[in-house]
């Protein structure tokens, strides 16, 4: 179902953007991510078979609070640079597996590959 212009994109004083095809596609991919699983930022893109993975962080640093953007991470495995303590605050409440350390996602056994 296609979103209207998304409020969470709004800044003081301007009006709503509409989103383009290729940011409602990455939301309604992330928006399928099921709870435990991850995906990377470059997964996203070739899943969609479009943009890259700096167009998919652009889409989620714009709209991201409309979908559950924690469960996208940078390659590396560590969250999101922007909210980390509150990404993995969610990935742990969600149950997704830590390497030693606990600060980056065990990638190898919770990656999601969109089936």
């Not at 709503?16 to 409602?24: H, I, S, V």
């Not at 890259?52 to 590396?76: F, K, Q």
Request: positive net charge; hydrophobic residues 45%; glycine residues 12%.
């Amino acid at each position: 179902m296609p979103r209207p212009a998304v409020a969470a994109s709004r800044q003081a004083g301007s009006r709503p953007a509409a989103l383009t095809a290729f940011a409602q596609s990455v939301l309604d991919t992330v928006d399928r991510i099921p709870a435990g699983k991850v995906m990377t930022y470059g997964d996203v893109a070739e899943y969609l078979g479009a943009g890259g993975p700096r167009a998919v962080g652009a889409v989620l640093r714009r709209y991201g609070r409309e979908v559950c953007w924690w469960r996208v991470l940078p390659a590396t495995g560590y969250p999101a640079p922007s909210h980390p303590a509150e990404a993995l605050r969610h990935l742990v409440a969600e149950g997704v597996p830590l390497l030693a350390g606990g600060a980056r996602v065990d990638l190898a056994c919770c990656r999601w590959d969109g089936s």
